[in-house]
C-alpha cells in the first residue's frame, strides 16, 4: 500500500513514467519560472507585510488577517516553491527522493495552498461583515475573535495537509484537498456577491437621499421666493 502512495506521489510530480524521458525541457523551464516567481513571491510579500504595519488606517482585523495572508504566500515562495524546483532538478536525474521527502513536500505544499485559501475567505468574511454589519462589526469583530480565526486557519491547515500520513489509500487526502479548494472558491465568490448587493443597495440609498435634499433645497428656494 505504501508503495502505491509513493506511485501516486511520484506522478504526481513527475507524470508517468513514458512521459518524464519526454519532459526534459518542460522540467527546466518549469525550474526556471519557479524560481523567479520564488524570488518575486518572496520580496512582494515580505514588503506587503512591512507597508501594512505601517498603514495605520486599515482595520485592526484587517492588520490581522492581512499579514497572516501575506506570510503564507512568503512561505510558498520561501519553502513550496523551492522544494518544489529540488524536485523538478531531482526529475532531471537517474535516481528519484524517497517516498518520505515526496511525503513532506506534498504535506508543504498543502499546508501553505490550504492556509491562503483559508485566509482569502476568512478576509472575504471580515470585508462582507464590514460592510453588513456597519456600526456592530466593531462590536463582533473583536481582536480576540480575529486572532481566534487566525490560529483556526493554521490548525485546520495542519490537519488538512497531514492527511496524507493517516490515509493509507491517499484516496481520502486528495478529496479533502479537492473538496477545500472547491468550497473556498465558492464561498469567496458567494461572498464577493453579496458584498456587491450591499454596496448596490447603499449606493441606491444615498443617490435617493442626495435626490431628497435637492428637492427639498428646490422647495425652500421656492418658498423664499415668495
Known amino acids: 500500500m505504501a508503495e ?20 526534459r525541457p518542460t ?32 482595520p485592526k482585523p484587517l492588520r490581522t488577517l492581512l499579514p497572516g495572508l501575506a506570510a503564507s504566500d512568503v512561505g510558498v515562495g520561501l519553502l513550496v516553491q523551492l522544494l518544489y524546483i529540488s524536485t523538478m532538478v531531482s526529475g532531471l536525474k537517474p535516481t528519484r527522493i524517497d517516498c518520505i521527502s515526496y511525503k513532506g513536500l506534498y504535506v508543504v505544499i498543502n499546508f501553505f495552498c490550504a492556509s491562503s485559501l483559508l485566509n482569502v475567505v ?15 462589526y466593531q462590536e463582533l469583530v473583536t481582536r480576540k475573535r480575529v486572532i481566534a480565526a487566525v ?11 497531514s492527511s496524507v500520513f493517516w ?4 484516496f481520502i487526502s486528495r478529496v479533502i484537498r479537492v473538496v477545500n479548494k472547491t468550497v473556498c472558491l465558492i464561498l469567496v465568490a458567494i461572498i464577493y456577491w453579496r458584498i456587491y448587493i450591499v454596496l448596490k443597495r447603499h ?3 444615498i443617490q435617493g437621499l442626495q435626490i431628497q435634499e435637492v428637492q427639498q433645497g428646490v422647495q425652500n428656494g421656492d418658498l423664499s421666493s415668495f
Open 203 to 205: 449606493k441606491i440609498q
Open 27 to 58: 522540467l527546466v523551464a518549469n525550474c526556471v519560472f519557479n524560481s523567479f516567481l520564488c524570488y518575486t513571491t518572496i520580496i512582494l510579500n515580505i514588503l506587503t507585510i512591512h507597508a501594512i504595519r505601517k498603514t495605520a488606517l486599515l
Open 167 to 170: 490515509d493509507p489509500s491517499f
Open 4 to 23: 502505491n502512495v509513493c506511485d501516486i506521489l511520484n506522478e504526481f510530480f513527475y507524470g508517468t513514467s513514458a512521459d518524464v524521458g519526454q519532459s
Open 122 to 136: 476568512t478576509i472575504s468574511v471580515d470585508r462582507f461583515l464590514a460592510v453588513h454589519l456597519h456600526l456592530r
Open 151 to 161: 490560529i483556526s486557519i493554521w490548525l485546520l491547515s495542519i490537519i488538512i495537509s
